[in-house]
């Protein structure tokens, strides 16, 4: 049975949660890309996919708190593909370590760069993946009763 969630503290700890998932499929969702060479936008689907599962089953947040959080978190994770993609390819091209690429390279130039390599797909894609993310995360009908129900 899922508790009640009310309060600040808990729609806080919610947000860092679903931040922290965020930025873990972002990391897995960059492998796939590096591997190909290329970028992979329309993996945004099943990581939206994902993250409304882990925001409604895991971190127990439903009705449009949920959706919102795992909107998001994968907009969140889009954008933090897109700026490690940025860092790996500069890293690349100067052979550098990626951990020196990121510090030396700053949020700043690598949001800029990720967004000058976004296209207007990009962005279609990143917001069907939100919205998939709220409508998993968003419950269809309660659940109560039933045989096969835990107590």
Known sequence: MPSERSGPATLLFG???AATFGFAVGAVWMVPQMMFGRALPALVLPAGWVLGVVVRRWLRFQGLTGALLAAGATLLAAAYTACLVAAATIAGMMGMGLGDTISDAGPGMLLALAR?????????LAGAGALLAALV???????????????
């Open 15 to 17: 947000v860092l949660c």
């Open 137 to 151: 995360a968003f419950p269809l009908r309660s659940r109560r009763g039933g045989a096969l129900q835990k107590p």
């Open 116 to 124: 000058l390599a976004q296209g207007p797909g990009d962005y279609v």
